[in-house]
């Protein structure tokens, strides 16, 4: 599983990657976690809110931070 | 306490929460007055008429009124918010004509949901999608200078009548500044790159929306803002309650009292360069208001540190040459120059 974490360096953003890694850890899945900071590759996705999360391509939260447990149901269903 | 509500409004689903709750919330606000007076008179037994006593009483009878009001409005809004992404915002303002564009763009720049770290790529996505150059800047200038937290504490803290004057003074500016400059027809200092930006469209997921979300979204909004700005609005009634009578009449009011021309440009001077949202500034324009600072410097200096700051410009600097940052600094500066002037005159 690829995970992507769109976003600069906000606090929100930094947020979102912490919450990503930590349900990746409590799941055990097999996913790498990268973090997209620049602006050109962020927009290629079409999003205008950030953090976003983009899993396996595909854009699956946008301008939110959710709880671990929330984001496991999510990566749950797009694994 | 507060916390306590959400977390147990979390766990439940769905409709009846609410449905019970707000009749709640209805009895408790209207019972305040004598809710505090009881607490006061009652309950610690104090002795009413002198000054620590009624300030005190100030203090119990605000804290939770303007709490109260809080947690309604932000619910309302994290409901009312889910319904307007800055996706559908986009489509709205695509091809509108500029002055309709402006209004539209300065009235959903309040109700979308919209944080500065996300200015730039909501500025490449509009750019992108050929909404108008000066119909962005509005919704840029309303989007962080308006919303339900500015609006309840003001109502809160200084009334209906201040309220009222800030979201429709806000709005006039937002709306004439953006047709300003779009009427300036400066698209040649938006920086060269954005127009090779190449907006993509990632494959999303089709999630429906479904009410008990959306309820949820409301609880986020309550846990997430009231979680993060209690503090400073505690602050703020307490300095208010404190101040009040107290504080002998100063510099400030010398410096930025009626009688100054200076007072406005000063304020905003002193407030450009800072960084604060709604909820961190209004405490300090209460302590102004209190040591005599007239309410068109007070509402000056607050719009100038809100819609006008430093980080912002460099955040917008990625996007746009400094000639356009120039001319929208200095539209917004000149808007707010007038909307003090006005209210120190005829208030």
Known sequence: MEIKILGTDCSRCKALERVTNDTVKVMGLDASVSKVEDIMEIMKYGVMTTPALVVNGRVVLKGKVPSVNKLKDLLIKNQ | ?347
């Not at chain 2, 504490?153 to 937002?174: P, S």
């Not at chain 2, 007070?298 to 996007?319: G, H």
Request: net charge positive; hydrophobic share 55%; aromatic share 12%.
């Open chain 2, 1 to 347: 306490m507060k916390e306590k509500v959400v977390a147990i409004n979390r766990n439940m689903n769905g409709w009846f929460v609410p449905a019970i709750l707000l009749p709640l919330w209805i009895i408790i606000y209207w019972n305040l007055k004598p809710l505090a007076n009881f607490v006061i008179d009652d309950l610690f037994g104090l002795a009413s008429g002198n000054h620590l006593t009624e300030t005190v009483r100030f203090f119990i009878f605000e804290v939770p009124k303007v709490m109260l009001l809080l947690v309604l409005i932000i619910f309302g809004v994290g409901i009312l918010r889910t319904y307007f992404t800055p996706e559908k915002t986009r489509t709205i303002l695509e091809g509108k004509s500029l002055f309709t564009g402006n209004i539209l763009a300065s009235l959903l720049g309040i109700i979308t949901p919209f944080c500065s770290c996300s200015a730039i790529p909501l500025f490449l996505g509009f750019v992108e999608a050929g909404v108008p150059l000066g119909v962005t800047f509005s919704f840029l200038i309303a989007a962080p200078m308006i919303n339900e937290v500015a609006l309840v504490l003001l109502i809160g803290l200084f009334g209906w009548k201040v309220a009222v004057i800030y979201v429709g003074t806000g709005l006039i500016i937002a709306i004439l500044a953006g047709w300003i400059l779009g009427k300036l027809g400066l698209e040649k200092f938006v920086a060269d790159w954005v127009y090779n930006v190449k907006v993509g469209q990632s494959p999303e997921l089709e999630v429906k929306t479904t009410f008990y979300d959306r309820i949820n979204s409301g609880y986020d909004a309550v846990k997430d803002i009231v979680g993060k700005i209690w503090i400073y609005i505690i602050i703020g009634i307490a300095v208010g309650a404190g101040a009040h009578g107290y504080v002998p009449q100063d510099l400030m009011s010398n410096l930025l009292g009626k009688g100054n021309w200076y007072g406005v440009p000063l304020a905003i001077l002193i407030g450009v360069p800072m960084y604060s949202n709604a909820a961190g500034i209004i405490p300090i324009v209460s302590v102004l208001i209190e040591k005599g600072v007239s309410l068109g410097t007070a509402l000056a200096f607050m719009m100038s540190v809100i819609a006008l700051s430093l980080p912002e410009i460099i955040i917008l600097k990625k996007v746009l040459k400094w000639q356009l940052i120039a001319t929208f600094v200095g539209i917004v500066t000149v808007g707010i120059l007038i909307v003090g002037f006005v209210f120190n005159t005829i208030m």
